[in-house]
Every structure is written in C-alpha cells, then in structure tokens.
C-alpha cells in the first residue's frame, strides 16, 4: 500500500467515525424535566397534610415567589393559584 492510499484510507475512517459519533449524540433522547404536579408537591412538602402549602412548608422557588404565587393572600398556595403561575423562561443555548 502506498502513502497516498494509507492517507485515503485514514481519512475515510475518521470522516466516518465523525459522522457516526455525531449522528448518534443527535439521536439520543433527551430528559426533559418536567415541573412536579399540586399532588407531588403536597406528598413531598406538606408537612401538616392539610392539603395546602404554607410558605414555612415550600422551599426554593415557590419559597421565593410565595407572595406573587399566592394570589388570595390567605397564606397558603392552594392547587388553582398554583396553576396561574406563568412558566419559565427558558435559557437560551450558548
């Protein structure tokens, strides 16, 4: 085998090796995370089984939005005010 064709030959491979590696990491399903439901929330974080959350019971995100969350002011987020809260934004990619 000659240098130019060993030099073909190797080229060949990593051009196919290149387009398998990325045809497959595009192929991979990605975990979208999706947010928990009102009834996933009240099994991890009401503490009193009340059926309601109080911001002593909340944490993170709902902890720091609580006052705009709860939207009737009683204290508590309930399942209807939690629906009402706009999505968020997503990040754009870099």
């Given at each position: 085998?000659?240098?130019?064709?060993?030099?073909?030959?190797?080229?060949?491979?990593?051009?196919?090796?290149?387009?398998?590696?990325?045809?497959?990491?595009?192929?991979?399903?990605?975990?979208?995370?999706?947010?928990?439901t009102?009834?996933?929330?009240?099994?991890?974080?009401?503490?009193?089984?009340?059926?309601?959350?109080?911001?002593?019971?909340?944490?993170?995100p709902?902890?720091?939005?609580?006052?705009?969350?709860?939207t009737?002011?009683?204290?508590?987020?309930?399942?209807?005010?939690?629906?009402?809260?706009?999505?968020?934004?997503?990040?754009?990619?870099?």
């Amino acid at each position: 085998m000659n240098n130019s064709t060993f030099k073909k030959t190797i080229l060949t491979f990593g051009i196919a090796v290149l387009v398998l590696n990325s045809s497959f990491g595009q192929s991979e399903k990605r975990e979208q995370k999706t947010p928990p439901t009102f009834s996933e929330l009240l099994k991890e974080l009401d503490k009193d089984e009340d059926g309601l959350l109080s911001k002593t019971e909340v944490k993170g995100p709902l902890k720091e939005g609580f006052s705009e969350i709860d939207t009737d002011e009683d204290s508590f987020i309930s399942e209807e005010e939690l629906k009402k809260v706009p999505k968020p934004k997503r990040r754009k990619r870099d």
